[in-house]
């Protein structure tokens, strides 16, 4: 089992930024990925970025391109999701997940992942 718990959401106005973290702890994997995702109510989870486990690998959707920016720190078992420039249309609970598999490319759909944790609130003010 591999449980995961972020942090770092909160109340922010637009254009300012905020860093999300998300430890791992458990079974720990030395491959696989670690993703971010968004979701608000009435609408599907949304992929925000992924990175693989090395950090040498990562990719973001196109709508936080610029914005956003994902990185680890394997000795800590850390995935961090760096916001800058946040916009309202930003607010949404993010979740991490983590994928223990192996794939060629990095997985961006939700049922890809094998763990999920709780969730934070990120909101942002007009």
């Known amino acids: 089992q591999v449980q995961l718990e972020e942090s770092g959401g909160g109340l922010v106005q637009a254009g300012g930024s905020l860093r999300l973290s998300c430890v791992a702890s458990?079974?720990?994997?030395?491959?696989?990925?670690m993703g971010w995702f968004r979701q608000v109510p009435g609408k599907e989870r949304e992929f925000v970025a992924a990175?693989?486990?090395?950090?040498?690998?990562?990719n973001v959707v196109d709508s936080v391109k610029g914005r956003f920016t994902i990185s680890s720190d394997n000795a800590k078992n850390t995935v961090y999701l760096q916001m800058n420039s946040l916009k309202p249309e930003d607010t949404a609970v993010y979740y991490c997940?983590?994928?223990?598999?192996?794939?060629?490319?990095?997985?961006?759909?939700?049922?890809?992942?094998?763990?999920w944790g709780q969730g934070t609130q990120v909101t942002v003010s007009s």
């Open positions: 990175s693989n486990w090395p950090g040498s690998s990562t």
């Open positions: 458990g079974r720990t994997f030395s491959r696989g990925a």
């Open positions: 997940a983590a994928f223990t598999g192996y794939r060629q490319v990095l997985p961006s759909q939700p049922a890809q992942y094998d763990y």
